[in-house]
């Protein structure tokens, strides 16, 4: 029997090309290896950590990202393609995780210090006198429950599957090893139940900002960042645009030389080549004959992506036959797991 294997993108804003090259592409190729008996979800119950403007906003969300994956080439036939929030026994071993997990261990969590930092202001109080902080976060803006607790649920969404492989960017590499280290603890206290997945890490490094190198590629610098469904004029003109340096020499130096090393990285990631191949190939041309090499090979790449998510915008229909498919496969896999976890804590 193959091993599965189980991962997911949160449906929260148009995808971009750090999205594609560092998780949906590299979803596609392990399911075409044929090596794994692959599982992929959108994290949409993940996502609710930072709410949208409103319910439609999200369900246009999780529709556009399934969208997404059908088009970047996940094959309901090869995969199980389904929505977390649909299958309820995420939420039931969430909780149950959540039992045996030490508040201290999440509170360490770098992304939850990241996300769950609070600025401050300095003032003085109503006397004039001693100075001050007051928290300045408040309503949307401030830390929620589930920014602490989100890699619970995210051990939740792996350890129901028995997910041997879990294909996973740096950023997320403690988490998945929080996930390890809680399913030893449930070994431990309850018996044999859960697998210590393994991560796959993706082979493209971080892309960063196409107009601050020094930050990652983030939708939320849409100047910056290439979205999948971009049109080509677009994707042209934000490449172009791209900040470089005033060496004009093309070496690949990410510490030294992050903007051109950015965009080696690109042409890499879409071509095959090393970046050392292409920093020769183009020792002799300026940034502009590279950047149009880039902005050529990024639009003929994602030709195809466009085209399908344009297909699949126009049969809706097919799209959801696909989550219903996969939703009734993870659930009833899922719910036969749930049971043997709530037997082994007594709640059965």
Same mark, same amino acid.
């Given at each position: ?8 993108? *949160? ?8 999205? @594609?090259?560092?998780?949906?592409? $590299? %979803? ?7 090596? @794994?008996?692959?599982? %992929? ?10 709410? =949208?403007?409103?319910?439609? /906003?999200?369900?246009? *969300? ?18 199980? !393609? ?5 299958? =309820?026994?995420?939420?039931?071993? @969430?909780?149950?995780? $959540?039992? &045996?997990? =030490? !508040? ?68 997320? !590499? ?12 449930? $070994? ?20 960063? +900002? ?17 979205? !999948?469904?971009?049109?080509? *004029? ?5 490449? #172009?645009?791209?900040?470089?340096? +005033? ?7 990410? &510490? ?11 042409? +890499? ?17 300026? @940034?502009?004959?590279?950047? $149009?090499?880039?902005? /050529? ?13 344009? %297909? ?19 659930? #009833? *896999? ?15």
């Amino acid at each position: 029997m193959k091993p599965t294997l189980i991962s997911g993108i *949160q449906p929260s804003g148009r995808l971009h090309l750090g999205n @594609y090259l560092g998780a949906l592409k $590299n %979803f596609v190729e392990l399911q075409n290896s044929g090596d @794994y008996k692959t599982f %992929f979800f959108l994290a949409d119950l993940h996502s609710l950590t930072e709410f =949208p403007e409103s319910a439609d /906003e999200k369900r246009k *969300q999780i529709l556009d990202l399934a969208i997404d994956f059908l088009a970047a080439g996940i094959d309901p036939k090869q995969s199980t !393609l389904f929505v977390q929030s649909a299958i =309820p026994a995420h939420t039931e071993c @969430y909780w149950i995780l $959540n039992s &045996i997990t =030490p !508040l201290g261990e999440l509170g360490r969590m770098t992304q939850f210090k990241d996300k769950g930092n609070i600025p401050i202001k300095k003032t003085h109080d109503e006397e004039g006198g001693f100075v001050k902080a007051v928290q300045t976060r408040s309503g949307q803006e401030g830390v929620n429950a589930g920014l602490l607790t989100y890699p619970v649920l995210m051990a939740s969404d792996i350890l129901l599957y028995d997910a041997k492989s879990v294909p996973v960017g740096d950023d997320q !590499l403690q988490h998945l090893e929080f996930t390890r280290t809680l399913a030893r603890k449930f $070994n431990s206290k309850f018996g044999k139940t859960f697998i210590e997945p393994q991560g796959i890490l993706t082979k493209v490094p971080r892309l960063m +900002s196409l107009d601050d190198p020094t930050k990652k590629m983030s939708k939320s610098n849409p100047s910056g960042c290439i979205f !999948l469904d971009d049109e080509p *004029q677009i994707i042209m003109e934000k490449i #172009k645009r791209a900040v470089t340096d +005033s060496e004009n020499t093309v070496v690949y130096d990410p &510490i030294k030389r992050p903007g051109i090393s950015n965009l080696i990285l690109i042409l +890499s990631a879409f071509s095959g080549e090393s970046p050392k191949k292409i920093e020769r190939e183009f020792s002799n041309a300026g @940034y502009g004959t590279l950047k $149009n090499a880039v902005a /050529e090979k990024v639009i003929s790449s994602l030709d195809g992506f466009r085209k399908k998510k344009l %297909f699949f915008k126009k049969n809706i229909s097919s799209v959801r036959k696909a989550l219903e498919k996969g939703n009734k496969i993870a659930e #009833k *896999q899922s719910a036969k797991k749930l049971l043997e976890i709530k037997s082994r804590v007594g709640l059965l």
